[in-house]
């Protein structure tokens, strides 16, 4: 997951730096918690992107803990698909303005026309993880009760925000186990004689 964050990141800024013309970091990856007024002067007006929850994306899940290759069976335990919940919060200390909250408005471009993920439609292609093919993004609109519930978890400060579900992301780490190779197939089946 830290490599898909770590080119999210990079291709915000990179978006929102060609937006503006200004070459700047706009967007980092923190946890929302840790943040207070006397360790982020660095982040003040600026978009920090939290992680909400992590669930599995079961409409992915494989029964088969095998794959065939060159006629031979290969176990292996099948790879976990997850869906991450991403937070985008505009961070400011201001008590007066919100200078800065367009950074959060760039953001929301950025996925306007990325709703499906991949190398072709990065900033920066090169940064798209390995393993990657099409992440879908879905923005995620809570009611006032689960919006509630979600900022007392990162201590009870609204910020402005929106929240991406990023679908499908593949987490493996597998170890491959040969089986014997299938040299026959064979097919018995017992008829039943019609005694009517």
Do not use: C
């Amino acid at each position: 997951m830290s490599p898909f964050l770590s080119f999210l990141k990079d291709d915000l800024n990179k978006f929102i730096s060609d937006k503006i013309g200004a070459n700047d970091k706009f967007v980092y990856v923190a946890n929302l918690n840790n943040i207070t007024d006397s360790t982020t002067a660095n982040l003040d007006n600026k978009v920090i992107v939290s992680i909400a929850a992590i669930e599995e994306d079961k409409n992915k899940k494989d029964p088969n803990n095998y794959t065939k290759e060159n006629g031979k069976i290969i176990y292996r335990q099948p790879v976990v698909w997850v869906n991450l919940v991403l937070l985008f919060t505009f961070y400011t200390k201001s008590t007066e303005n919100y200078n800065g909250i367009d950074t959060l408005a760039y953001v929301i471009q950025y996925f306007q026309t990325r709703m499906g993920l991949d190398q072709a439609k990065a900033v920066i292609p090169a940064n798209f993880p390995v393993g990657l093919e099409n992440v879908v993004v879905e923005m995620v609109t809570l009611d006032f009760e689960k919006s509630n519930y979600l900022w007392s978890m990162f201590g009870g400060k609204y910020h402005p925000s929106v929240i991406y579900k990023f679908r499908s992301i593949p987490i493996d780490d597998a170890v491959f186990t040969p089986g014997p190779a299938i040299e026959d197939t064979q097919v018995s089946a017992i008829h039943k004689k019609n005694t009517t």
